[in-house]
């Protein structure tokens, strides 16, 4: 007999390991049954799981630390103990802010701080004629939010004084751009390349550029539910792990596209779901697909280990951008909200590598290593910021006094 747990989600490229989970037989294979439950809205995502609609949720990394820490609502603690994948998210202007920024090289992904000089005096000029460029992001506590505003400041531009950001849901950005309401967004795919298909946007950067190696969503719960389902919960951590094995070969690709696009999923062209797992992007309407390597990362590398270092890097850039006071008491409940132990404790014994250390320095990776681990082998790949600063949690607070 199986045990069912129900897996709030987004429509979105990034939700793809517990649906193959289950469509693969995987969750099947470790006992349990994954009932899912679509939005549209990361609002709504949060409120099915906090009220109890969903046990599990597809969830903004971000979103899980604020909710903990009580930003926006009363506080309620999640937890975090599987990461579904890094980065995947692009940059998407539109095509008249493209044309004008980038109008040389249509058919490249866009060097961040070549693009970001070019973006400054743009926004510095439309600021002076009262029409300020306006970004869209797809949630206030969102890695998108995140990584838009960390790139924006590395380049000199003041988010919130010399640029507009807005909430869109990631659904409604290519509209948002169609109308003229947002002159660019931030969203993972398919999204930004279902602007490109309608001809209202153009991708020019992905965030793997910002942060080689940027965390993105979660698998979140609440704390009685990790409490009370322990058994089912670290069964589905390693049918998620199966299923991140399954999504990066190369001949399932088509496949998990089909079925990634189906309606009750994405609802979305295959084509286009299939660019993104494939890290070839249409970057112009009619153009040729591009590959950027490792614009979504689902596996390698620990890819799924939620390190404690990168819950402490959002916690961070959360004081930054919400003006709040660092608090000690605060940084280690962002942290607490990843839990090695637990991807640890479901993984051990099984073939797959697990870190020996909980926290890393983010952005010190320069070239190909080996890392420590408890069991197996771990390679680890660059894992830089475009701006070439590294992140060590031991120094939260010099970092802080070292952001602009």
């Not at 002159?183 to 999204?191: A, I, R």
């Not at 670290?234 to 190369?250: K, Q, W």
């Amino acid at each position: 007999m199986t045990e069912q747990l129900n897996v709030g989600f987004l429509p979105l490229v990034d939700a793809c390991l517990p649906i193959i989970a289950q469509e693969c037989g995987f969750a099947e294979e470790e006992g349990v049954t994954l009932r899912f439950l679509r939005d549209v809205s990361w609002a709504t995502v949060l409120d099915r799981l906090l009220y109890g609609h969903s046990d599990v949720a597809h969830m903004l990394a971000p979103l899980a630390i604020a909710t903990t820490l009580g930003r926006g609502r009363p506080a309620q603690p999640l937890v975090a103990p599987f990461v579904l994948g890094l980065n995947g998210n692009a940059v998407t202007l539109s095509n008249n802010l493209a044309d004008m920024l980038t109008r040389s090289e249509p058919d490249r992904l866009c060097d961040p701080a070549e693009l970001g000089a070019k973006l400054r005096d743009e926004a510095l000029k439309r600021k002076a004629e009262g029409r300020p460029i306006r970004l869209g992001v797809v949630h206030r506590y969102s890695s998108h939010n995140y990584m838009l505003r960390y790139w924006l400041a590395g380049c000199g531009i003041r988010p919130d004084e010399d640029v507009e950001i807005v909430t869109v849901a990631p659904p409604f950005t290519a509209d948002a751009l169609a109308t003229g309401e947002i002159d660019g967004s931030c969203v993972g795919e398919p999204w930004n390349s279902v602007a490109v298909d309608r001809g209202v946007g153009r991708i020019v950067l992905a965030t793997a550029q910002i942060w080689r190696r940027g965390v993105e969503k979660v698998l979140a719960m609440r704390q009685p539910v990790l409490d009370q389902r322990r058994d089912a919960v670290e069964r589905m951590i390693r049918a998620l792990r199966r299923a991140g094995e399954h999504f990066v070969d190369p001949a399932n690709w088509e496949a998990n596209a089909q079925l990634l696009a189906r309606p009750e999923y994405l609802a979305s062209d295959p084509k286009l779901v299939l660019g993104a797992i494939s890290d070839r992007l249409v970057l112009r309407q009619d153009g040729p697909a591009v590959h950027y390597s490792d614009f979504m990362f689902q596996h390698r590398e620990a890819a799924n280990f939620p390190w404690i270092s990168q819950a402490q890097w959002l916690y961070t850039q959360m004081v930054r951008w919400d003006r709040m006071e660092y608090s000690p008491a605060d940084a280690a409940s962002a942290a607490s909200v990843f839990r090695p132990d637990i991807y640890r404790s479901a993984l051990r014994g099984f073939d797959s590598p697990l870190p020996g250390a909980s926290s890393k320095v983010e952005g010190a990776v320069t070239g190909t290593i080996g890392a420590g681990t408890e069991q197996g082998q771990l390679v680890m790949e660059p894992d830089a910021f475009f701006d070439g600063k590294t992140f060590d949690p031991e120094q939260l607070e010099e970092y802080l006094a070292g952001q602009s």
